[in-house]
C-alpha cells in the first residue's frame, strides 16, 4: 500500500478539521439571497473529492420542476476537496448553494451543517455517486406531502439499486453483538444490512443515509448526526435514537435510485479500514452493554495485530503503521480518550483523497 502519493501525483494528505473544527471557504459567485420561505425540501450532498460525481447529480436534480420553483432546494457541502473547477460552475447554477470548507469535517459534521444551512421541513441526505431518475424532487415531495404519512414517521430510506439494476442492500436490524461475528462468516455486501425486498412501505430498523428523506423536526430534536462518528455508523446511530425518542423509520419502495459504489462494493485500503472500524467501536460503546463493547474492542484488537503482522511480512511499512495506529484507536475507544482517538481518525482521513477521487466520474 503506497500512501504517500494519490494518482495524480498530489500528496494525500488534505487536512483534516479536528471536531467542530473546518473554516468556510469563499467561492467566486455571487452572492444568494436566503432561500425563500416557501422552499419545502433540503437537499444535502456532502463532496469530498467527487466534483465530477457531484456535479452530474446537480444535473440530473434540477430536473425536477420543484427546483425550478424553489420548493427544493440544493446544499453542496465540500469537505476540503482540493481546488476543482466545477466548484464555482455548480455554486452559479439556480436553485445551488456550495459551501466549501479548508479540512475535512467528517460526514455527519458536513452533514449538520447543510442542514443548518437550509430550510424546509423535510431534508433529503444523497451521496454523490447517486443516480437519480428525472423528477426525482418531485416524487419525493410527493410522498413526504401526503395526507396519510403519519405525523411520526421522521425517516424514510427509499430503495437502492446496483450499477446493473439489481436490488442493494440499504436497510437492516440493528447491530447486535451475535449479528456482527455471525456477518464475520458472510459476503461484505450482507453483513450490516439487507436486500428489503418488500414492495409496500414499512418499518425497518435503520436505513442508509446514503439516500435518506427526514423531517426536520425529527433532525433538530435529535441535534442532528452524532459527530463523534467520522465516517459510517453515523445513519444506524441516527436511526436507533430517532426510534428511542418515538420516531418510525420507514422503509418506502415506491422510489428507488442508483447506488454507485457502496462500501461493500470497492477495495477497503488500511486507512479506510480503520475509520471503518472506529465507526463501529463508536457505535458498539454508545448502543451495547459495557462485555459487549468491551468483547468485539478485543477482536478488533486482535483483527489489527495480524493484520499488521501481515502488512510487515509483506514489506509494506505505510499499512502496517497504519493497523499500529488502528490497534491503538480501540484502546482510546475503550476508556474514552476521545481527543487521542480523534488524532488517529486524522491520520487515517489525511490519506483518503486518492480513495475517493478513484471513484470520481465513473457514475456514467
Same mark, same amino acid.
Given at each position: 500500500?503506497?500512501?504517500?502519493?494519490?494518482?495524480?501525483?498530489?500528496?494525500?494528505?488534505?487536512?483534516?478539521?479536528?471536531?467542530?473544527?473546518?473554516?468556510?471557504?469563499?467561492?467566486?459567485?455571487?452572492?444568494?439571497?436566503?432561500?425563500?420561505?416557501?422552499?419545502?425540501?433540503?437537499?444535502?450532498?456532502?463532496? +469530498?473529492?467527487?466534483?465530477?460525481?457531484?456535479?452530474?447529480?446537480?444535473?440530473?436534480?434540477?430536473?425536477?420542476?420543484?427546483?425550478?420553483?424553489?420548493?427544493?432546494?440544493?446544499?453542496?457541502?465540500?469537505?476540503?476537496?482540493?481546488?476543482?473547477?466545477?466548484?464555482?460552475?455548480?455554486?452559479?447554477?439556480?436553485?445551488?448553494?456550495?459551501?466549501?470548507?479548508?479540512?475535512?469535517?467528517?460526514?455527519?459534521?458536513?452533514?449538520?451543517?447543510?442542514?443548518?444551512?437550509?430550510?424546509?421541513?423535510?431534508?433529503?441526505?444523497?451521496?454523490?455517486?447517486?443516480?437519480?431518475?428525472?423528477?426525482?424532487?418531485?416524487?419525493?415531495?410527493?410522498?413526504?406531502?401526503?395526507?396519510?404519512?403519519?405525523?411520526?414517521?421522521?425517516?424514510?430510506?427509499?430503495?437502492?439499486?446496483?450499477?446493473?439494476?439489481?436490488?442493494?442492500?440499504?436497510?437492516?436490524?440493528?447491530?447486535?453483538?451475535?449479528?456482527?461475528?455471525?456477518?464475520?462468516?458472510?459476503?461484505?455486501?450482507?453483513?450490516?444490512?439487507?436486500?428489503?425486498?418488500?414492495?409496500?412501505?414499512?418499518?425497518?430498523?435503520?436505513?442508509?443515509?446514503?439516500?435518506?428523506?427526514?423531517?426536520?423536526?425529527?433532525?433538530?430534536?435529535?441535534?442532528?448526526?452524532?459527530?463523534?462518528?467520522?465516517?459510517?455508523?453515523?445513519?444506524?446511530?441516527?436511526?436507533?435514537?430517532?426510534?428511542?425518542?418515538?420516531?418510525?423509520?420507514?422503509?418506502?419502495?415506491?422510489?428507488?435510485?442508483?447506488?454507485?459504489?457502496?462500501?461493500?462494493?470497492?477495495?477497503?485500503?488500511?486507512?479506510?479500514?480503520?475509520?471503518?472500524?472506529?465507526?463501529?467501536?463508536?457505535?458498539?460503546?454508545?448502543?451495547?452493554?459495557?462485555?459487549?463493547?468491551?468483547?468485539?474492542?478485543?477482536?478488533?484488537?486482535?483483527?489489527?495485530?495480524?493484520?499488521?503482522?501481515?502488512?510487515?511480512?509483506?514489506?509494506?511499512?505505510?499499512?502496517?503503521?497504519?493497523?499500529?495506529?488502528?490497534? &491503538?484507536?480501540?484502546?482510546?475507544?475503550?476508556?474514552?480518550?476521545?481527543?487521542?482517538?480523534?488524532? &488517529?481518525?486524522? +491520520?487515517?482521513?489525511? +490519506?483518503?483523497?486518492?480513495?475517493?477521487?478513484?471513484?470520481?466520474?465513473?457514475?456514467?
Amino acid at each position: 500500500m503506497a500512501l504517500a502519493h494519490s494518482p495524480d501525483g498530489t500528496s494525500p494528505h488534505a487536512p483534516v478539521a479536528a471536531p467542530g473544527h473546518g473554516h468556510e471557504l469563499a467561492l467566486t459567485a455571487p452572492r444568494r439571497a436566503p432561500a425563500p420561505p416557501a422552499t419545502e425540501l433540503a437537499v444535502v450532498v456532502v463532496n +469530498f473529492c467527487q466534483w465530477q460525481n457531484t456535479a452530474r447529480l446537480v444535473r440530473q436534480l434540477r430536473r425536477s420542476a420543484v427546483v425550478r420553483t424553489g420548493a427544493a432546494q440544493i446544499q453542496i457541502i465540500d469537505n476540503g476537496s482540493p481546488a476543482h473547477p466545477l466548484a464555482a460552475r455548480v455554486a452559479r447554477l439556480r436553485g445551488v448553494s456550495v459551501r466549501r470548507y479548508d479540512a475535512n469535517l467528517g460526514f455527519a459534521a458536513a452533514v449538520n451543517r447543510g442542514c443548518r444551512q437550509s430550510t424546509g421541513p423535510w431534508v433529503l441526505l444523497l451521496n454523490p455517486d447517486i443516480t437519480v431518475p428525472d423528477g426525482f424532487l418531485d416524487d419525493v415531495l410527493g410522498r413526504a406531502a401526503r395526507g396519510d404519512l403519519p405525523a411520526d414517521v421522521g425517516v424514510i430510506g427509499f430503495r437502492l439499486l446496483n450499477r446493473d439494476g439489481s436490488p442493494q442492500p440499504s436497510t437492516g436490524p440493528f447491530p447486535s453483538l451475535g449479528r456482527t461475528l455471525a456477518g464475520l462468516c458472510l459476503p461484505r455486501a450482507r453483513r450490516k444490512c439487507h436486500v428489503n425486498r418488500r414492495t409496500v412501505q414499512s418499518p425497518v430498523e435503520w436505513a442508509t443515509g446514503g439516500c435518506l428523506l427526514v423531517r426536520r423536526e425529527c433532525f433538530e430534536q435529535l441535534n442532528g448526526l452524532d459527530e463523534s462518528f467520522f465516517l459510517y455508523y453515523e445513519d444506524v446511530d441516527f436511526c436507533r435514537r430517532a426510534a428511542a425518542n418515538g420516531w418510525q423509520v420507514w422503509f418506502d419502495p415506491a422510489l428507488q435510485v442508483t447506488h454507485h459504489w457502496p462500501l461493500h462494493a470497492r477495495r477497503v485500503p488500511p486507512p479506510l479500514r480503520l475509520v471503518t472500524r472506529h465507526a463501529l467501536l463508536t457505535y458498539t460503546r454508545r448502543h451495547w452493554s459495557g462485555w459487549q463493547a468491551r468483547l468485539l474492542s478485543s477482536a478488533v484488537w486482535a483483527e489489527a495485530g495480524a493484520r499488521q503482522l501481515w502488512a510487515k511480512v509483506r514489506g509494506d511499512s505505510d499499512a502496517a503503521r497504519c493497523f499500529d495506529q488502528m490497534r &491503538r484507536l480501540v484502546s482510546d475507544v475503550a476508556v474514552g480518550r476521545q481527543q487521542e482517538a480523534a488524532e &488517529r481518525i486524522r +491520520f487515517a482521513a489525511s +490519506f483518503l483523497h486518492p480513495i475517493a477521487a478513484e471513484q470520481d466520474g465513473r457514475t456514467e
